[in-house]
């Protein structure tokens, strides 16, 4: 979905809460919602500054908050780094192959010189969005990584 629509429908998102509660309930009771709630608003917590300042989307966000209501804390914890590697590596990759590191550090360099003179926060590659092609060009859709950090770590590699 969000290869084909450049988002993940919300009805998605929460339709999967209800799976992941459900079965944190049916498996470990009240102790299984509890552990479930204090690892979605860790995902919350840590990624909604992200998503602020154009860092991550809202679906990124949401996708992440949902799977916390499958595991724990801490496997959460360790998924979502596992998922920012890999897209590290999607995002290394991309600037390889579209051929614009420079350019993308040139202007990541003027963003945080920008938010340090200015003192405060704005969002991360706002104006790209008028040029459909350097707004693409940088961008990769982070349900991937996310989707490939969860099945590591389902398949026993973290």
Not at 43 to 49: A, H, K, R, T, W
Not at 94 to 119: I, P, Q, T, W
Request: proline share 1%; aromatic share 20%.
């Amino acid at each position: 979905m969000d290869f084909a629509y450049d988002r993940i429908y919300n009805g998605w998102i929460l339709f999967g809460i209800l799976i992941g509660l459900s079965f944190r309930f049916l498996d470990f009771q009240w102790q299984g919602l509890y552990e479930a709630a204090v690892s979605m608003l860790l995902s919350f917590v840590l990624l909604y500054p992200l998503y602020k300042i154009n860092g991550l989307g809202a679906g990124d966000v949401k996708l992440f908050i949902m799977l916390g209501s499958f595991v724990r804390a801490g496997i959460q914890l360790r998924i979502m780094v596992a998922s920012f590697v890999i897209g590290a590596v999607f995002s290394a990759w991309k600037l390889v192959s579209e051929r614009n590191f420079g350019e993308r550090m040139r202007y990541l360099f003027a963003y945080f010189a920008d938010v340090f003179c200015k003192r405060e926060w704005r969002l991360y590659g706002e104006e790209l969005k008028e040029d459909y092609r350097l707004y693409t060009s940088n961008k990769i859709h982070f349900a991937l990584p996310a989707f490939i950090g969860a099945a590591l770590w389902m398949g026993g590699f973290y």
